[in-house]
């Protein structure tokens, strides 16, 4: 659904998100990962902003927020955007971390563990993720865009067996499907 006037859209999946909070009562999470995930869009923009780039659209779906932008920003400029989500998503891990000890609130401390997990999530080198970007983009640079492209398709497609296989075995254990679903999500992204 797109939003008129403006360059926001929802996708259907990301009615799931409300669904899920009120199925599991988990009001505090989904408030705590809606700030930390707001902080690590902003430094997208920001750097994309500082690189020349502009933003066209903002999609939210059950799988996170993408920024779909333009303005011919360098293979450095994409890196640099890339790498400033979880950059902004570690500086307020950190800022949360200190608030938390400063005034022994532990809704901070819990802030910063959301913040920082989801730093060190979006650092993994898969692509769509903010670290499998910035990896293909270095690739690009290297080797051109075919080289790149196919690298960043072999090397998600293992990553994404390897995540089954561990969420087939963590299904098995303890009913627990967020493994498959990433590994689902990795297989059906597009290069």
């Not at 669904?19 to 990962?33: M, P, R």
């Not at 690189?51 to 059950?62: A, Y």
């Amino acid at each position: 659904m797109k939003i008129s006037g403006t360059g926001l859209e929802i996708s259907k999946t990301a009615y799931l998100i409300p669904l899920i909070v009120c199925l599991t009562d988990a009001w505090l999470l989904f408030g705590l990962c809606a700030v930390s995930v707001a902080v690590h869009e902003l430094g997208h923009w920001a750097a994309l902003t500082l690189c020349g780039g502009r933003t066209e659209r903002v999609t939210l779906s059950f799988f996170g927020v993408s920024l779909r932008y333009g303005g011919g920003i360098s293979y450095g400029g994409e890196i640099y955007t890339a790498l400033a989500g979880p950059g902004a998503s570690l500086i307020l891990s950190f800022f949360a971390a200190g608030a938390g000890r400063l005034c022994g609130a532990a809704v901070l401390y819990e802030l910063a563990g959301v913040s920082l997990l989801f730093c060190l999530f979006n650092l993994l080198p898969l692509y769509p993720l903010d670290g499998g970007r910035a990896i293909y983009n270095a690739l690009a640079y290297f080797f051109g865009l075919d080289p790149a492209r196919r690298l960043t398709v072999i090397f998600r497609r293992l990553a994404a067996a390897a995540i089954a296989a561990g969420g087939l075995w963590l299904f098995a254990v303890q009913k627990n499907p967020m493994l498959l679903v990433c590994a689902a999500a990795l297989l059906t992204v597009r290069t």
